[in-house]
């Protein structure tokens, strides 16, 4: 079964920094590419960030390439975003996703605000 658990969302000011981390069970971690997608209120869940299986491949949206980093530790089965230099559009609950078989595969997410 597979799942995925997001962790380290919270309210941080303009220009901080967070870091969200994403453990997945019940699947070869290692031989999947991993997503960090966002929905903020009143809009679309956009794709934030991809990695490939082994990492050696990454895209961002163009709002937040320069500023947020994706990652990942096959040794641990958990994927990161690193985000800094964060604004209030940057506000959504973040999920990390996976397409298993055919399936996307959903967190419950996990809420970044940012906010003075």
């Known amino acids: 079964q597979v799942q995925l658990v997001e962790s380290g969302g919270g309210l941080v000011q303009p220009g901080g920094s967070l870091r969200l981390s994403c453990a997945a069970s019940?699947?070869?971690?290692?031989?999947?590419?991993m997503y960090w997608y966002r929905q903020a209120p009143e809009k679309e869940r956009e794709m934030v960030a991809r990695?490939?299986?082994?990492?050696?491949?990454?895209n961002y949206a163009d709002s937040v390439k320069g500023r947020f980093t994706i990652s990942r530790d096959n040794a641990k089965k958990t994927v990161y975003l690193q985000m800094n230099s964060l604004t209030p559009e940057d506000t959504a609950v973040y999920y990390c996703?996976?397409?298993?078989?055919?399936?996307?595969?959903w967190g419950r997410g996990t809420q970044v605000t940012v906010s003075s």
């Open positions: 019940g699947f070869s971690f290692s031989t999947y590419g």
């Open positions: 996703n996976t397409v298993y078989y055919s399936t996307h595969y």
């Open positions: 990695i490939s299986s082994r990492g050696g491949s990454t």
